[in-house]
């Protein structure tokens, strides 16, 4: 049972390249989310979905888009980065939208040059 | 905004010593609160959490207390060990979104 797996744990990319965090659970959970965290700040939600099909915007959706085809998979993409989204991103899923126990992936390093 | 945000952004502790950690939330009609362990390098973990029907819920060497009343509530850690260093962050449940605080790092001194 691996959890919350992402993938790549670490990328640098050039101002206006585009690439696609990968996140993959395997406890059939239905609601899986995207995080980004900065230093000296907490947690700020990008994109959440409640199940396959369904997504929805967070706090800080701007320049991300994110689909949910399967159950397992919730991956996050970036179209045109910029070095303001140079962030560790975590994703995380859990059981039902409304508990607030969350199981987070290890983390993807992103440096947009 | 920022809906919960944490007292102190750091804490140093003998081990063996007691650690309270405390949260302030800005909505009164917040009623779900969740507190989250997180060493470097890794991901976030989930600790305990809370409703808003009950004051106090406790768990292994940790214990959430909640005042509904000035909107605060705190993590206390039963004999610190070495091990309980690491960032702690309260979060609210908000419909389907979780609102996490800043963050305190806690060091544990031998």
């Known amino acids: 049972n691996a959890g919350v797996t992402q993938t790549p744990k670490f990328q640098v990319l050039k101002t206006g390249q585009s690439m696609t965090l990968q996140c993959a659970q395997d406890m059939n959970h239905e609601y899986m989310s995207w995080y980004r965290q900065d230093p000296g700040m907490g947690l700020r939600l990008i994109h959440y979905?409640?199940?396959?099909?369904?997504?929805d915007q967070g706090e800080v959706p701007n320049g991300y888009n994110v689909s949910r085809s399967t159950t397992e998979d919730f991956p996050l993409r970036l179209l045109s980065a910029a070095p303001s989204q140079t962030s560790v991103y975590f994703c995380a899923s859990s059981s039902g939208a409304l508990t607030g126990e969350l199981f987070f992936g290890e983390g993807s390093r992103l440096t947009v040059l | 905004g920022e809906s919960v945000g944490l007292h102190l952004p750091t804490l140093s502790v003998q081990e063996g010593d007691n650690s309270i950690i405390n949260c302030a939330y800005s909505?009164?009609?917040?009623?779900?609160f969740i507190w989250y362990k997180q060493e470097s390098g890794k991901g976030p973990q989930f600790i305990i959490d809370i409703r808003s029907n009950m004051d106090k819920r406790q768990g292994q060497r940790v214990t959430v207390l909640l005042n509904k009343t000035v909107k605060h509530l705190s993590l206390q850690i039963a004999a610190t060990q070495p091990g309980d260093s690491a960032v702690y962050f309260c979060?609210?449940?908000?419909?389907?979104?979780?609102?996490f605080g800043a963050g305190t790092t806690v060091t544990v001194r031998a």
């Open positions: 979905s409640v199940g396959a099909g369904i997504t």
């Open positions: 979060a609210e449940n908000i419909g389907y979104k979780l609102s």
């Open positions: 909505n009164s009609a917040s009623d779900y």
